[in-house]
């Protein structure tokens, strides 16, 4: 899934290829304003995280490594990231572990 405010960003690089790659995937509402969208990482963060928890069961796969540290803090929301052309599933995070 890719939100509206992740697609704005990607309209500003102007990279055709980008912007058609965002396009394929499913949109995510994110109530934030189209004419004032905020920072990706803010937006995603406002997505998982309701009321403290991850209440839809998302998988967050990033690169934003200040998006990662901030999700860490959430129990139950496993974290992807890209290693050269490797995928990596963070190990379990200490709030993950302390919720258990």
């Not at 405010?5 to 290829?17: A, F, G, R, S, V």
């Not at 189209?34 to 990706?40: Q, Y």
């Amino acid at each position: 899934m890719i939100t509206q405010c992740c697609m704005e960003e990607l309209y500003k690089t102007k990279n055709q290829k980008l912007i058609e790659y965002g396009k394929s995937f499913e949109r995510r509402r994110c109530n934030h304003p189209p004419a004032k969208p905020v920072p990706s990482h803010e937006c995603i963060k406002s997505i998982v995280i309701v009321d403290g928890e991850n209440k839809h069961r998302y998988v967050v796969a990033s690169e934003n490594e200040q998006l990662r540290w901030s999700l860490r803090k959430i129990p139950g929301i496993p974290l992807i990231y890209m290693n050269r052309a490797v995928m990596v599933m963070e190990p379990l995070s200490k709030a993950s572990a302390q919720a258990s």
